[in-house]
C-alpha cells in the first residue's frame, strides 16, 4: 500500500482585501446615514396677498374678535430698505445666466446684490433663504421676484444676507 499523507488543519482562510474593504465601506455609509438623518425640514410656503385677495372664497370664513387695544402704543415695525440689504443669487437649474438674469432684475428692484454663482444640492423649489433678523425683508424680496417660497438660511449659507436659490425660469 501506498503510504498517504495525513491532512492537516493549518490555520483560518481570511478572506481577499477587495472583500474586507467592501464590508468596511457598507459599514461607513451605514454609519453616514444615521448620522446624517434629521428632522422635519423647517420650509413654509408663502402666498402673496395679491393672490389671496383676487380669489374670491367660496366657503365663509370666520373672523377673529379684535384685539383690545393695549394702554402702549405699539410703535410701527421699520421698513424694509432693499438697498440696506444684501443678496446672493445662486443657480440651481440648467438653465445656462439664470442667477445674472434674476440678480439684474432683483438690482433693478432697489436690492442690492453683491454676487451670483451655482449652488450644488438639492433644493426642491425656488427658495428665498433668510436669517432671523432679515425675514421680513426674504418675504419683500419674494414676493418683488414673485418666488412662492422662503425658508429659515442653514449652514453653509451667510447669516448676515439673504440667499435666493434658483431652481428654474421665475415667472
Same mark, same amino acid.
Given at each position: ?18 472583500? &474586507? ?6 459599514? &461607513?455609509?451605514?454609519?453616514? $446615514? ?22 374670491? %372664497? ?10 383690545? /387695544? %393695549? ?58 433663504? $433668510? ?7 426674504? /418675504? ?32
Amino acid at each position: 500500500m501506498a503510504s498517504r499523507r495525513a491532512r492537516d488543519q493549518r490555520g483560518v482562510v481570511l478572506p481577499s482585501p477587495l472583500v &474586507m474593504l467592501s464590508v468596511i465601506a457598507v459599514a &461607513m455609509a451605514a454609519i453616514a $446615514f444615521v448620522a446624517t438623518r434629521g428632522g422635519e425640514p423647517t420650509e413654509r410656503e408663502i402666498t402673496p396677498a395679491a393672490r389671496d385677495a383676487a380669489t374670491p %372664497s367660496a366657503t365663509p370664513t370666520e373672523t377673529s374678535k379684535p384685539k383690545p /387695544k %393695549s394702554r402702549k402704543t405699539e410703535e410701527p415695525k421699520p421698513a424694509v430698505e432693499r438697498g440696506e440689504v444684501i443678496v446672493e443669487v445662486y443657480n440651481n437649474s440648467p438653465v445656462t445666466g439664470l442667477a445674472s438674469r434674476v440678480a439684474t432684475r432683483a438690482t433693478g428692484a432697489g436690492w442690492q446684490v453683491v454676487g451670483t454663482d451655482n449652488w450644488y444640492g438639492t433644493i426642491p423649489s425656488t427658495t428665498v433663504y $433668510f436669517p432671523p433678523r432679515l425675514e421680513q425683508a426674504a /418675504k419683500m424680496l419674494a414676493l418683488d421676484l414673485g418666488v412662492d417660497r422662503t425658508a429659515a438660511a442653514v449652514a453653509p449659507m451667510r447669516m448676515d444676507r439673504l440667499t435666493l436659490i434658483l431652481t428654474g425660469e421665475l415667472d
